[in-house]
């Protein structure tokens, strides 16, 4: 018993070694803008249990299946799908429909999601002015 005693100790001192690396990259593989009925409605029928908010839009993102192996190995982290609708004001969740509702995270803070939001911004931009545009002919 006392051998025991002394192995737990050991561990409880022994200092606990810790490296922040930052993420080199994010790889978004499917990038869609959603009405917000259809992204909410999406997210929960997948049972995604939040959804995002940063700057502006309300996104959804799935990972890929083995981005945490890829971002350990290569340096990337990659998202199978971002798909995202614009909602100016933050609120708490989103009602789907009557008694579902989806909470919703304020992520703008976070450095991570502030750049994913920058790249819906950038898309999102890109997209609209397409639209935009006179026909040409």
Known sequence: MASADKASKTEVTTP???KVTPMKEVLILGLDERSLSNLAWCATAYRVDRLFWADGYLFCLEP???SLEYEAEKGVF???QVCY???PKYVKSY???KSV???IVDVSDMHLY???ARAIKAHDTKNHQREDA???G
């Open 16 to 18: 606990l070694k810790v």
């Open 64 to 66: 890929y299946e083995r």
């Open 78 to 80: 990659p998202l199978g």
């Open 85 to 87: 609708a614009r909602f």
């Open 95 to 97: 009602e789907v429909e």
């Open 101 to 103: 509702q989806i909470p």
């Open 114 to 116: 502030r750049e994913i």
């Open 134 to 136: 006179p026909p040409r």
